[in-house]
Structures are given as structure tokens and as C-alpha cells.
């Protein structure tokens, strides 16, 4: 019998706040264990909470950026649960009445049709200790990290809405950029400001009843989701057909051996209202001050790209990925520079060099400004592709303008007719055979010439031009 997959997500992300959800110390990683800490985040009894306003806002922008509705009312729980990662025995979460309900996330399933993901809530919580297990001597040894204890998290729970391992991918990366245009949070997986759990259960394809599912953590990647569901799935199928039965409980991925394995029962311990931390109240008002703050978001924004700059689906795509980028292309597309030329070389030549200088394309020196001069150069053919390169390149280190650069460094591309016939003949009375090849018609002989003219340019000979003007001489 043929199997589907239905999978649910629960992806918490780390709001980009200078500080804990209810104490003021810093929200930052450092290497120094226990630094970052108070009474209130160390979990002393009787410690003042204080729930954070700039956590509250960030999150509910989050909640919007992803089509939530924000709760008119909403409360802090305690989820109750013995680790030594939450020494206090509970995590201020929301379960009863949480942050944002709703919402829902655009993407393309593995044969490019759209699909609309539902999240089914958003809700708030702190994030708990770190455990660091060593060897001391004989001994094992566990020591607990409370730099990240108190930290502010959203999590995001999806529908069990997603039936593929590229599904879950797409939605994670679509999310991402999503949260990223809101500027609340990094969402990257490889340093866990975003972390993701999944659910997975297998049903008889076109069923829609829900079966026993399995929970699987510790994926430090987009990537590693898709493999761990991959294998998760595989594995369910295997059990199903041999006959066993699929219990319910939580396993970890382990990337180096590409399987997930047993970690422990599933485990829900009671949730009771928190009589700390006063209720939040959202009206209409502040809802929509908040949703004022957002900004034009990544479909919208790769929809009007194609439209009012002609780019094609692709490069509208990638234009539109992170906010910066797209801020960065339409500067140049505004500075009046060819939009499909600033967006090409945006991606072909700009975020390579900014990704192997480890620069922010927000902070480069090669500014949009600076670029549209460059660009302006090459559109106009006073510099060729070649020198546009190493021109990029001088821009980095130098603070003049492109024209300045190229100047000086005599860049400028040759389309003076008279200059580059003059260089041509004087290509051509220097090589007699190759004259003598043209005139027996011998096509490849044009190319020789053209080759030996342009270096003889030291590069800055316009090919092209240097073509037509070789086309219309008559050698027979
Ligand atoms: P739990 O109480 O175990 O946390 P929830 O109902 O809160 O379960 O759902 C947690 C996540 O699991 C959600 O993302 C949800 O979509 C997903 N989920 C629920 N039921 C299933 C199922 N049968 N198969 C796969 N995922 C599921
Ligand atoms: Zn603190
Ligand atoms: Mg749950």
C-alpha cells in the first residue's frame, strides 16, 4: 500500500533583543559560561519577572510577518517538567492562551505548484539552560550554562499540512526570509537562533486520518530537516510493513551517521496558568501601529520587481530573498541603471565577493551609489565585462568613483572607430598569413585577428566593434 507523509513542524527562533524575555541581561552569545545572569534568570525563588516590552513587540511583528492573528489577550504558563536544564521545574511558555493564532506561509511543492502552509499558533516562551557534559578524569560531568537561560523564543507550531522532506525545506527557508524582512530575529540553524523539531507520522496516501507520530530533534540545518524527515519516513515505512507498530516518542538526528535514533518517551507535564506576569492585551490600535511597521514582504516585493523592473521570475526571486539585497537593487534600479544588468551582476559578481570577504552587503564600501557608477561604465560600453571585474574588485580597496578608478587605471574601453581600426591594420600587416587565410575564406583566421588586436589593446579594445570593423573590410 502506498504511504503519505504528514508532517508538522514546532520551530523556535531567538528574537534579536539586547536582552532576556524578564531580566535585563544580555540576550548575546559569549564563550564565558555564566556570565550573562541575575537572580531572576538563574531561577531564584522569589525573583522578580519583568516581561520585556521590545520582546512582546518583536514578537508580535514576528506573529504578522507570518499572517498570524495576534490574540486580543493573551498569558504566560508554567510548563511543568524535571531536567536539569530548568532548574526551577517550569518554562514560562503559552499554551492556554498564546500570542497569535493562525497564519500561513506560501511555497512550491517539488513540481513548482504553489502551497499554502498553515501555522496553527505562535506563542512566547524562555529558553532554558545549556547543558555541557565533559570528562573529568574517570568522571562524567555535567555542567549547566545559564547565559541563554531566559533568552526571548517565539515558537512556531504548523498544521500538519507539510508531505515531503522538500516541503518542510521550502517552508523553513520561506519562513526564514520572511522573519528576516521583520528584522526580529537571524534565523539560522547553524548557530540556533532557529531550531526546529518534526513531527512525522505515515497514513495510507489520500487518507485523512492522523496516526501515531514521531518526534525528531537536533537538526542543525534546513538540509538536515530533509534528511532527518527523509530517513524518519523511511524508517516508518519499514516498521508499518513489517508489521509493527509505530510508538509514539522522540528521537535524535545524528548528521554524522545520517539516522535518527531512540531518545526518549514523549513527555507532557501539566501546564498551569502563571500568576506572575500580568496578561498581554492587543487592541486594534496597537495591532495595526504594528502591522504600519512591516515592511513591503518578499512575495510582494518579487511580484513588483518582475513588474516594474521587467526581471525575470528568477532573478525577481533572487532580488527579493533578504531585504538588504533587495533594498541594495533598487537603489541601482532607481539610479537609472539597467535593472537586469544590476541584478545579474548583483548576484553573479557582488554577493560572491561580499561572501568571500565575510562583509554585509548593508556595510560594503562598494556602496549602491558607488556601483551605479560602475555599472553606468559598463552599460555604456566605456569599460568591457573583463575590466567592469577588476574594476569591482580596486572599488573594494580605494574610495574613489568608478570613473575615477578606471581613469587612472586606464580602463577605459576603446570605441573610438579610427583608434581601433588603426590597431587592426597594424594587427594585420604584422601577420601576412593570416591575411592570406582570411582571403581563402578560412573563418577561423577572423578570430586569430580579433584575439591578436585585443591584446595588442591591452584588453581595452571593444570586441565587438572590433568584429564589425574587420566584417567590412574586403580581402578578396
Ligand atoms: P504534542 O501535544 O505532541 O506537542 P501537538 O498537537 O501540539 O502535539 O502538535 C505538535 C506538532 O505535531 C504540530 O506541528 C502538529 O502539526 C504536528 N502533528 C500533530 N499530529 C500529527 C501527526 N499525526 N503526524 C504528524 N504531525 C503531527
Ligand atoms: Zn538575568
Ligand atoms: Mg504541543
Not at 514560562?92 to 504553489?114: C, F, M, R, Y
Not at 538526528?253 to 498581554?280: H, L, Q, Y
Not at 548593508?362 to 560600453?381: I, P, Y
Request: charged letters at 25%.
Amino acid at each position: 500500500m502506498p504511504y503519505e507523509a504528514v508532517i508538522g513542524l514546532e520551530i523556535h527562533v531567538q528574537l534579536n533583543c539586547p536582552t532576556k524575555l524578564f531580566c535585563d541581561c544580555a540576550n548575546t552569545a559569549t564563550e564565558k559560561a555564566n556570565t550573562h545572569v541575575c537572580p531572576t534568570c538563574i531561577w531564584l525563588p522569589g525573583a522578580p519577572v519583568q516581561l520585556s516590552e521590545d520582546a512582546l513587540e518583536k514578537a508580535a511583528l514576528t506573529c504578522l510577518a507570518l499572517n498570524g492573528e495576534l490574540s486580543a489577550r493573551s498569558a504566560f504558563d508554567q510548563k511543568v517538567y524535571y531536567y536539569p536544564d530548568l532548574p526551577k521545574g517550569y518554562q514560562l511558555s503559552q499554551h492556554h492562551l498564546p500570542l497569535a493564532t493562525g497564519g500561513w506561509v506560501d511555497i512550491s511543492d517539488e513540481n513548482g505548484k504553489p502551497r499554502r502552509l498553515r501555522i496553527h499558533h505562535v506563542h512566547m516562551e524562555e529558553d532554558v539552560a545549556k547543558l555541557v557534559h565533559e570528562t573529568d578524569g574517570r568522571k562524567r560531568i555535567s555542567l549547566v550554562d545559564f547565559n541563554r537561560a531566559g533568552a526571548p523564543l517565539v515558537e512556531i507550531v504548523t498544521e500538519p499540512d507539510i508531505r515531503t522532506p522538500h516541503e518542510a525545506m521550502a517552508f523553513l527557508r520561506a519562513l526564514r526570509t520572511r522573519i528576516r524582512y521583520a528584522k526580529t530575529a537571524e534565523c539560522s540553524m547553524e548557530s540556533g537562533t532557529m531550531r526546529c523539531d518534526a513531527n512525522i507520522s505515515l497514513r495510507p496516501a489520500g487518507s485523512d486520518a492522523f496516526f501515531t507520530k514521531v518526534e525528531v530533534k537536533n537538526m542543525n540545518s534546513v538540509k538536515a530537516v530533509g534528511n532527518a524527515i527523509a530517513y524518519e519516513i523511511e524508517r516508518q515505512e519499514k516498521m508499518i510493513n513489517e508489521g509493527q507498530p509505530v510508538v509514539m516518542h522522540t528521537r535524535l538526528w545524528d548528521p554524522d551517521k545520517n539516522v535518527t535514533t531512540p531518545m526518549r518517551a514523549k513527555f507532557a507535564g501539566p501546564c498551569i496558568p502563571d500568576p506572575s506576569v500580568p496578561e498581554i492585551h492587543m487592541d486594534t490600535a496597537r495591532v495595526d501601529a504594528l502591522k504600519q511597521r512591516l515592511p513591503e514582504m518578499p512575495a510582494e516585493k518579487q511580484a513588483r520587481f518582475a513588474s516594474q523592473y521587467g526581471l525575470t521570475g528568477d532573478e525577481a526571486a533572487l532580488m527579493s530573498t533578504e531585504r538588504d539585497i533587495a533594498d541594495y537593487f533598487e537603489a541601482l534600479a532607481r539610479n537609472s541603471v539597467n535593472a537586469r544588468m544590476a541584478a545579474q551582476w548583483i548576484s553573479g559578481r557582488l554577493l560572491p565577493a561580499l561572501k568571500d570577504q565575510n562583509a554585509e552587503i548593508t556595510d560594503t564600501v562598494l556602496s549602491a551609489d558607488r556601483a551605479a557608477g560602475l555599472l553606468s561604465l559598463l552599460e555604456n560600453e566605456s569599460v568591457n565585462a573583463k575590466q567592469a571585474k577588476e574594476l569591482m574588485a580596486l572599488m573594494f580597496t580605494s574610495p574613489k568613483s568608478a570613473p575615477e578608478i578606471a581613469d587612472e587605471k586606464g580602463f577605459r574601453q576603446i570605441t573610438d572607430i579610427d583608434e581601433l581600426s588603426a590597431i587592426l591594420d597594424a594587427v594585420l600587416e604584422e601577420n601576412p598569413d593570416a591575411v592570406a587565410n582570411l582571403r581563402a575564406g578560412k573563418k577561423q583566421a577572423a578570430g586569430f585577428i580579433i584575439g591578436q588586436t585585443m591584446q595588442k589593446s591591452g584588453g581595452r579594445a571593444n570586441p565587438k566593434m572590433l568584429s564589425e570593423i574587420l566584417g567590412r573590410k574586403n580581402f578578396s
